[in-house]
């Protein structure tokens, strides 16, 4: 199975866009999601399918994925927005997670 | 709209087999539109896939949990479980149950912490 590389950290400011590489042998070939973790919650499911919003998921939040690299985006982040995000793909029926990334709003 | 509950002994001695539950409510555990998987999270370290299981009893494991591990359904009680055996230190941590629909895990149950200590 091949494993999925993460920034260990992203710091962006209120209001700005932040961008969450996830890097991956052919990982364009495959379906990714995206998942957003705050301390004490379980995790929240951003994107799947690559691109696609779960219901209650805002606008702000989109996604792509093509060649070996998928990017999770944020448009005029906010202070709630800080958390791990981890990215996640499927080697057949195997789970693949990312080693996460902490987005910090300063 | 699905929900999950985790259950388990919270505190376990290294060498003891670690048994979890996960009930489902707002859906069928032998609804063919998804299947079921298990997460954990040691404390300070990323999410790792344990293993899933289909509706069908096909499962699908982590290589390399896969020799401690046994994951099953109980459409009688709409709840599928884990079990791992032999357990060490390395295996303290927050436990999640998830349906996997569209290719995603997409609701997680409040997890269950598991402590490994003698």
């Known amino acids: 199975s091949f494993d999925l590389s993460q920034p260990p950290s992203v710091s962006v400011s209120p209001g700005q866009t932040a961008s969450i590489s996830c890097s991956g042998d052919?990982?364009?070939?495959?379906?990714a999601s995206w998942y957003q973790h705050k301390p004490g919650q379980s995790p929240v499911l951003v994107i799947y399918h690559d691109y696609k919003r779960p219901s209650g998921i805002p606008e702000r939040f989109s996604g792509s994925n093509s060649g070996n690299t998928a990017t999770l985006t944020i448009s005029g982040t906010q202070a709630m927005d800080e958390a791990d995000y981890y990215c996640?793909?499927?080697?057949?029926?195997?789970?693949?997670f990312g080693g996460g990334t902490k987005l910090t709003v300063l | 709209q699905l929900q999950l509950q985790e259950s388990g002994p919270g505190l376990l001695k290294p060498s003891e087999t670690l048994s979890l539950t996960c009930i489902v409510s707002g859906g069928s555990i032998i609804d063919s539109s998804f299947y079921w998987g298990w997460i954990r999270q040691p404390p300070g370290k990323g999410l790792e896939w344990i293993g899933s299981v289909y509706y069908s009893g096909t499962t699908y494991y982590n290589p390399s949990l896969k020799s401690r591990v046994t994951i099953s359904a109980d459409a009688s009680k709409n709840q599928f479980s884990l079990r791992l055996t032999s357990v060490t230190a390395a295996d303290t941590a927050v436990y999640y149950c998830?349906?996997?629909?569209?290719?995603?895990?997409?609701?997680w149950g409040p997890g269950t912490m598991l402590t490994v200590s003698s």
């Open positions: 052919k990982l364009g070939d495959t379906f």
């Open positions: 998830s349906p996997v629909i569209g290719n995603a895990f997409e609701t």
């Open positions: 996640q793909a499927w080697d057949s029926d195997i789970a693949i």
